[in-house]
């Protein structure tokens, strides 16, 4: 009897250890190494491990790592769609060849540049390249936000002494002797008059301050013309400010003295308002800024328009309407009928006014912008954007010069002494940012009275609100620019 429970219990034995020798592991249910104990009897283990490798090998993939590409955002103040366009075939030929780079094209409006990078700089999203008007330039270099050491670089590739100098010179920062900035291009500002019309009234070409005042009185009604000139008054723009400072530096008046005081409220200041705002009982109603301007000299309705050389063009075919398609030109051959008078003489000098653009590199930019600035400034690419509005955008490379004559049929619609004029502008171009004397900080503070456009608010408080007098409206900037040259100074301590 004992002998038989003991061979029962041995069949018993072996039956259990056959099925959990024949038992296989269901793929799914990978877990099964936590609830199978393994013995060296049993060799579950090894069993286990190849069904979970076959699983591992059949159904895990492991993607490829796309390579990640380094952005560099271009902020641009040419932000007409065409123009964009042209920047960003630019920057496809850049990446094609350097596909490791996604290159941005932002556009962005002239008068808001300050308050983008104030916004951008809040929230640390600031861009690699700012085209821009060399007036930031002082302010932006003040704040160290541009690099200027990868200014330098870039000039230095592209090749220094292809440069014209008088660009160069304005854009070293007093400070550091360092170029802050890159020139990239310009225009030359002046008066464009209807010279028919000017004639057949007996006028003379608007040059001096006594000229314009003339012609204020006389043109409206000559022709067909309404209105002797349309004069920048907006509050929003900083195209006032622009006309402004012209009539201003050729009457001696000036925000600094040689010895750093402010001097906006100064008997010339006053008497610079006064002239200016007194224009607006010959002009368009305002408020006004560069498109009413154009707009009004192409339909003949004014004879006097303040504006860059970018008119050009437009004065052969018509201005682009902001909702597309293009003015139609009111008088035939108008280009051939408008005269040039760059130069302005007031009771106490005389001035030129003109804009240099730049390329501004932002600190913290990856070092691959030095490369994508150079490519702008480098052959087709750079006579590219020049011939965007060839006349509106005068080469700061003299290498540049002989195919920047080329690029426009409408060169041959004025005279060869001002396309010369135009040419060799930014050697007698003045602002009053270019002052010898000033050093960083007045520069500085200059920017920022452009960038928070104090002078067209005082001058439509004076013209359009008559909520100001000229006395009043310079006692109020002289405030405002006492306070800011002392915020400039403190932050220097």
Known sequence: MKRKVVLLLAVLILAALAATACAKPTPEKVVVTKEVVVTKEVPVKEVVT????????????????????????????DNEAKRVDAYEAIAARYMKAHPNVDLRIVPIEEAGVSQRIATARAANRMPAIVR?????VSTFAADGLLDEDAAVK?????????????????????????????????WIQAIWYRADMFKQAGLKPPVSW?????????????????YALT??????????????????????????????KVTMNTPEMIQTLKFYTSLQRCAVPGPQYWRGAR????????????YSTYIMDDLVVGSGKSGGGNIHIAVPDLAKKTGFAPKMVGPNGSASYGQLVTLGIMKGADPIAQDV??????????????????????????????????????????????????ANGYETMQRWLFRPDYDA???????????????????????????????????????????????????KK
Request: proline share 7%.
């Open 441 to 491: 900080t007045h520069r500085a503070v200059i920017g920022d009275i452009e960038g928070r456009l104090l002078i067209p608010q005082v001058i439509s408080n004076i013209a359009l609100e008559g909520s100001m007098t000229p006395a009043e409206g310079a006692q109020w900037l002289q405030k405002q620019v006492e306070t800011m040259l002392k915020e400039r100074q403190s932050q």
């Open 132 to 136: 821009m008007g060399v007036e930031r």
């Open 373 to 422: 600035a150079k490519f702008f400034l480098t052959g087709q690419n750079y006579q590219d954007v020049l011939a965007l509005s060839p006349l509106g955008k005068v080469p700061v490379l003299k290498s540049a010069v002989d195919g920047w004559r080329k690029s426009s049929k409408y060169f041959q619609s004025y005279s060869p002494d001002t396309i010369d004029q135009i």
């Open 295 to 306: 707009e009004a000299y192409e339909l003949d309705q004014s004879g006097m328009l303040f």
């Open 50 to 77: 190849k069904e979970v490798e076959k699983v591992v090998k059949e159904t895990v993939v492991v993607p490829a790592t796309p390579a990640k590409k380094t952005v560099i955002e271009f902020w641009t103040t």
């Open 154 to 186: 870039v000039i230095n590739s592209v090749g220094k002494d292809d440069f014209r100098a008088g660009p160069l010179k304005m854009v070293t920062d007093p400070a550091t002797g360092k170029y802050a900035a890159i020139p990239y291009d310009g």
């Open 231 to 260: 004069l920048p008054t907006d509050p929003g723009q900083n195209y006032p400010q622009q006309v402004f400072e012209q009539f201003a530096m050729s009457n001696n008046a000036w925000p600094f003295d040689k010895d750093g």
């Open 210 to 226: 006594d000229d314009i005042n003339a012609a204020c009185d006389k043109l409206p009604g000559t022709g067909n013309l309404l």
